[in-house]
């Protein structure tokens, strides 16, 4: 028996319009926890939810994100961004280094409030749920360059997430891209 090595840049990449996710250990590899390397672009807001089997865990590994992870005291369904629970928990911006870990049953979010990327270690468990989910996450931007927000509600139904708010991405305007 062998383990697995992944030298800096590998892995299977998959791109969209909103992200940018590198497969690193998987359940065809042998793996219980599905391992990602993920590019949250500027704009990205990937809406609370909640898994009711799956626990994640999301390390910053470089620019900053905002973090949520606690049942608020209100769930509102437009936004997480000023949710607060009843011990006095806001959302954080997390740096490098900064982490989340996601029980299951268990509201949270992120997003990228900031002008620049950020890359992301992300761990899910068990395989292969979230696999699946990015591989058809990605089949649904093919479709466009915006999301689709009822196929997206449809998909998470399938993959143990109930959508609280939705899934958006606004890309930042600048002068580079004709807007």
Not at 59 to 83: A, I, S
Not at 104 to 119: E, L, Y
Not at 139 to 146: L, N, P, S, V
């Amino acid at each position: 028996m062998t383990g697995l090595i992944v030298p800096p840049g590998g892995g299977r990449k998959l791109i969209t319009p909103a992200q940018e996710v590198t497969f690193k250990a998987t359940q065809a590899q042998g793996s219980s926890i599905s391992i990602f390397e993920v590019v949250v672009p500027p704009g990205f807001d990937v809406g609370a939810h909640v898994h009711h089997e799956s626990q994640e865990f999301f390390y910053v590994l470089e620019g900053e994100l905002d973090l949520m992870c606690f049942e608020p005291l209100e769930r509102t369904r437009d936004t997480w961004h000023h949710w607060r629970s009843a011990a006095g928990e806001r959302v954080i911006r997390a740096g490098e280094g900064g982490c989340m870990f996601v029980p299951s049953g268990i509201p949270h979010a992120f997003r990228n409030a900031t002008d620049k990327p950020v890359r992301m270690l992300f761990e899910s468990y068990p395989s292969p749920d979230h696999e699946q989910y990015f591989e058809e996450i990605t089949e649904i931007w093919a479709r466009g360059t915006a999301v689709d927000p009822a196929a997206v509600e449809e998909m998470r139904k399938r993959y143990d997430v109930e959508e609280l708010t939705p899934l958006r991405y606004t890309p930042p305007l600048s002068a580079g891209n004709g807007k």
